[in-house]
């Protein structure tokens, strides 16, 4: 097997508060294989996003290794892989003061090694990849509807053509619709860019479309990690309550017979 394209090893994060210590994970393991479409889960507090911002090197752990990319996590600013890494945040953080070619270009003008009109074309590539039109390029982010905002950050994140992409709830606030089409291009782009993909979700639907193999948090600790049907058959509380309700009955009879393929 290849080295992982993430590698933690015995994570421990702590979060003090007025003197009190909180326990968000302890002695956490996981390892993402390149190509993988990682989902993960768990409860309110179980530390799902704080991972993936400590993947980001955004937020450093009390103990343990995080390594990106071959790279230490906390060296991705200083050494650039951090330009390998996309991120694609729930509410999607775009610069309001900015239009959405200017949302999407952002990344490569920050490099100032490139001459404009190569960064206006790769953004007016990134901008139809995730299909939106071109005279869409010019609106500004209060002019977009929630589907389309989640399309240009997506457009942001994939300006470097990053090989790892990070996903914080990508689905939520949207209407079933529009959720389904953005499943649909998250497929797609896995699939054509050859891309793994770590998501935070707690959206059934999107959790069983996407994944090729979910891992649950719970006891501040990876509890189990494998393909969804293996998930759901281990024997834990959280993973009744999760999954064996009735929303997951009813995201559970879509499950494909193989996991999405790259």
Avoid: W, Y
């Amino acid at each position: 097997m290849t080295d992982p394209i993430v590698d933690i090893r015995q994570l421990s994060t702590v979060f003090s508060n007025g003197g009190k210590q909180s326990v968000i994970h302890k002695d956490l393991d996981l390892r993402i294989q390149r190509g993988e479409f990682m989902s993960v889960v768990g409860g309110s507090g179980s530390g799902k996003t704080v991972l993936l911002r400590q993947m980001l090197g955004l937020e450093q752990p009390t103990q343990g290794e995080i390594t990106v990319l071959g790279k230490p996590a906390a060296e991705l600013g200083k050494t650039g892989a951090a330009r390998r890494v996309g991120m694609l945040f729930q509410h999607g953080a775009l610069f309001s003061a900015f239009t959405v070619l200017e949302n999407i270009a952002f990344p490569l003008r920050e490099l100032k090694t490139l001459p404009s009109t190569l960064i206006h074309e790769a953004a007016m590539v990134k901008l139809q990849m995730v299909g939106l039109a071109p005279e869409h390029a010019d609106k500004m982010p209060s002019d977009l509807s929630g589907g389309m905002v989640k399309r240009v950050s997506l457009a942001r994140a994939l300006i470097m053509d990053p090989p790892l992409l990070l996903l914080d709830e990508p689905t939520a606030g949207l209407d079933p619709e529009s959720a389904d089409s953005f499943c649909a291009l998250l497929r797609s782009l896995h699939r054509d860019m050859e891309l793994t993909v770590v998501m935070v979700t707690h959206d059934l639907d999107t959790l069983f479309e996407l994944s090729t193999r979910i891992t649950v948090l719970a006891d501040q600790k990876v509890i189990v990690s494998g393909p969804p049907k293996e998930v759901i058959a281990f024997s834990h509380p959280f993973i009744r309550n999760f999954f064996l309700g009735q929303r997951g009955q009813r995201a559970m009879a879509l499950l494909p017979e193989d996991p999405v393929a790259v």
